[in-house]
């Protein structure tokens, strides 16, 4: 079974400061995407970042980066110069690509408060 | 401008009843994905559809059902053999095989009174 793993269901930051939020998942298969979403207050769901399994270079986008390490099945979020509208749920995803595969796993979030 | 839109945003149900979820998109995307999303678990997968006619049961596809006869249209209906069916519902779509990323919904919150 294909399962992504978020260990740390709450964190804290303050505001300017850096934090690194943890993913881990599990899969056979060597072919897919994944992704990091952020659901503010609002509920609405945001892309924050994504990366394909076939690059070895980390994405970045802004102040938000990614650490993978395809071999651990490890993929970790960098939030730098945390901002206090970075406060919200934040999601990992899994989806294979090819075959009969096609559905989008989650993690169980990681709840991040943004402190002034 | 192209998005994905679901309706109701909040839906009360009375015990024993059906309900049907609406979830469109005009976005031109062949898969569309249902979660439902509970405090402390995340998202999970009730059903999903990679093409119109066809769809697969996700983690806790019992006691829902879905239809997807048009591309642009995936309802789901919450049958009265869902025994906890208060929860925040999560619509979303992609290109197949999830290329680039899933559009979401605004999300449907459904009690139960």
């Known amino acids: 079974a294909q399962t992504v793993t978020q260990s740390q269901p709450e964190m804290s930051v303050q505001e300017a400061e850096t934090v690194t939020l943890s993913c881990t998942y599990d899969t056979s298969e060597s072919n897919y995407y994944l992704f990091w979403y952020k659901q503010p207050p609002s509920r609405q769901m945001i892309l924050v970042i994504r990366q394909e399994a076939y690059k070895q270079q980390n994405a970045t986008e802004n102040r938000f980066s990614v650490n993978f390490q395809k071999a651990a099945k490890s993929f970790s979020l960098k939030i730098s110069d945390s901002q206090l509208g970075d406060t919200a749920m934040y999601f990992c995803a899994f989806i294979n690509y090819g075959g009969s595969q096609g559905n989008l796993i989650f993690g169980k979030g990681t709840k991040l408060s943004v402190k002034p | 401008d192209g998005g994905i839109t679901q309706s109701p945003k909040y839906l009360f149900r009375k015990e024993g009843q059906n309900v049907t979820l609406s979830c469109e998109q005009n976005?031109?995307?062949?898969?569309m994905y249902w979660y439902r999303q509970d405090p402390g678990q995340g998202l999970r997968l009730i059903y999903y559809?990679?093409?119109?006619?066809?769809?697969q049961k996700g983690d806790i596809a019992e006691g829902y059902s879905v239809s997807r006869e048009k591309k642009e249209s995936f309802p789901l209906t919450v049958t009265s053999a869902q025994k906890n069916p208060t929860a925040f519902y999560l619509c979303a779509s992609s290109i197949a095989g999830g290329w680039t990323e899933a559009f979401f919904g605004q999300g449907t919150r459904l009690t139960v009174v």
């Open positions: 976005l031109n995307h062949d898969a």
């Open positions: 559809s990679q093409i119109v006619n066809d769809f």
